[in-house]
C-alpha cells in the first residue's frame, strides 16, 4: 500500500518534511496548500512536489489518503477535526489544540472515523527520552519518583522572526502566545519515560516587563501578558513532575531548546544545555556522547536505532534533535499498517492537557486544578 499526503502550510517548518515525505517508500505524492498562494507555488517547485491546492477545502475534497498539518498552532484543534471529517488521516503538529474541548473532540473523532491521528511531538524521539526509556526498561532507575522538563527557547532566540513570518504587520498579536498552551516539548519528553499521566497541576507565571508589544494584553490576541511559567504536576502513580515553559531567558536556546531530568530510587538522570549525565549511588557517568547529535549521523545520536529507518533517508538531515525521520516514517507507517503510532491521540491528549490547565491555573494565581484525562486507546 502506499499514500498520498498533502501538506496544509508552506512555512518554514514544513520544508523540513517535504523531502521526508517525498522520498519515504510508501509515500507516492505530496502535495501542498497556503493561505499565500505562493509560498505553495514555490515548495512545490523547490521540493519537486506533486501539485497544490488553492485550498485546505479543496485538498479535503480530493482523493488524498492523509493530511500533515503545519499551520499556525492556535489553528490545529480545529483543521484536525475537519479533516478527520472528511475521512483523511492526520499528522498535526504541536500542540494538539488549544482547548479541552477540542481535544476531547478530537480523540472522539478518531474514534469513529478510524483514521489515524498522531502529533509530530519532537521529543518523544530525543536522546534523552530514548535514552530515559532504555534505562527504565531495564529497571535500571528504580522506581522514578521526580521530573523535571524545561522548554528554554528565548523570543530572541529565533520567534520573533518566526512570528514575523507567519503574522505579518500584525505579528504582536500572535508572539504574545501563552507559554504552557505549547507545553509538549517539555511534557511529553517527561510523560514518554515515566509510567504515570498529570491529575492535577499548580502553576505560576511571570508577568512580562520587557515593554515591546509582545506579551501586552492590549495587543495580545490571547489576552496574554506571561511570558515564563513554571507548573508543578502531581502524577497518577504518586509521582510528581515539574516544567518549565520560559520565553524570557538567558539559555542558550539554539544549543538545546529543551532538556530533562529523571529521578529514581536507585539512580538519575540530569540534562544541561551540553552535558548529560547518569548518576547512581556510587558515581557519576557523563553520557554526553551517546547523546550528542551528529552530522555524521544524518542529525541524530548514537542512542538513536536508524536501522528502522527507509534508506532513503540516509544522507538526509534530520532536525530537532535526530526526530524528524521517526516522525515522517512512524506517520506513514501508521497509516500503512493501521497501527497506533508512538503519540497518538491518546497520548497526544496527556501532554497537551496539563499544559492548557496550568495556564488556567496561573491565570488563577496559582491554585491547583484538576486535569481531565481521556483515558487509554481502546483494543
Known sequence: MSVSIGVVGAGQFAESFFPLFKLHPAVKSVYVTDVVEERAANAETRFGLDGTFESFQAMLESDCDAVAIFTQRWTHGPLVLEALAAGKHVYSCVPMATTEEEIAAIVAAVVSSGRTYMMGETSYYYPAAVYGRERRDAGDFGRIFYAEGDYVHDM????????????????????????????????GGVLSVLPGHAISVSCIGVKDDRGDGVFDRSVSMFDNDIS????????????????NEMRRVGYPSHIRESRYRYFGTEASFEQLAEVSVWQTKEGVTNVS???????????????????????????????????????????????????????????????????????????????????????????
Not at 518566526?162 to 504582536?172: L, N, T
Not at 551517546?290 to 552530522?295: A, D, F, G, I
Not at 541524530?300 to 532513503?312: F, I, T, Y
Not at 491555573?361 to 486535569?371: E, M
Request: glycine content about 10%.
Open 228 to 243: 515564563n511559567a513554571t507548573g508543578l504536576f502531581e502524577l497518577s502513580d504518586g509521582a510528581v513532575m515539574r516544567t
Open 289 to 379: 556522547d551517546l547523546l550528542e547529535v551528529r552530522r555524521e549521523l544524518d542529525g541524530g545520536a548514537r542512542v538513536h536505532d536508524r536501522s528502522r529507518l527507509p534508506a532513503s533517508y540516509a544522507g538526509i538531515r534530520s532536525g530537532h534533535e535526530g526526530s524528524h525521520h521517526f516522525l515522517a516514517d512512524d506517520f506513514v507507517t501508521a497509516v500503512v499498517t493501521g497501527s497506533l503510532p508512538p503519540v497518538n491521540a491518546w497520548v497526544a491528549a496527556r501532554y497537551t492537557l496539563p499544559g492548557i490547565v496550568a495556564h488556567r491555573s496561573a491565570l488563577a494565581g496559582g491554585q491547583r486544578l484538576a486535569i481531565l484525562d481521556l483515558g487509554e486507546p481502546p483494543a
Open 156 to 187: 530572541d532566540l529565533g520567534f520573533y522572526a518566526a512570528y514575523q513570518f507567519s503574522g505579518g504587520d500584525r505579528w504582536k498579536e500572535t508572539a504574545s502566545y501563552p507559554p504552557m498552551l505549547y507545553p509538549t516539548h517539555a511534557i
